[in-house]
């Protein structure tokens, strides 16, 4: 089992920053690769950026490509989404999500098998 807890959302004026934390615990070596989703009510969870643990390979969704980055610290068992020029279409919750090795999420992060609790971010305009 892997447990995962989000930290870092907020209020924030669109055009403005945040960074969004999330600590793996527990069997940590099953966290091949990480991400984030985020989610408004009545839609869909929708992916927002992932990371490989051991080369660091990224991906992102069109939405967030040039204002989003994603880091990990792999000694602290940590990833981070570092969110710039937020815009008020951000606004959501955010979870971080893991998975296992397998074929189907070696690009991105496509079906986790662990989830955070999830954190609100949202952008005024």
């Known amino acids: 089992q892997v447990q995962l807890v989000e930290s870092g959302g907020g209020l924030v004026q669109a055009g403005g920053s945040l960074r969004l934390s999330c600590a793996a615990s527990g069997r940590t070596s099953s966290t091949y690769i990480m991400g984030w989703f985020r989610q408004n009510p009545g839609k869909e969870r929708e992916f927002v950026a992932s990371i490989r643990r051991n080369d660091g390979y990224t991906n992102y969704a069109d939405s967030v490509k040039g204002r989003f980055t994603i880091s990990r610290d792999n000694t602290k068992n940590t990833v981070y989404l570092q969110m710039n020029n937020l815009k008020p279409e951000d606004t959501a919750v955010y979870y971080c999500?893991?998975?296992?090795?397998?074929?189907?999420?070696?690009?991105?992060?496509?079906?986790?098998?662990?989830w955070g609790q999830g954190t609100q971010v949202t952008v005024s305009s």
């Open positions: 999500a893991t998975a296992e090795f397998s074929t189907i999420n070696i690009v991105r992060l496509v079906t986790p098998d662990y």
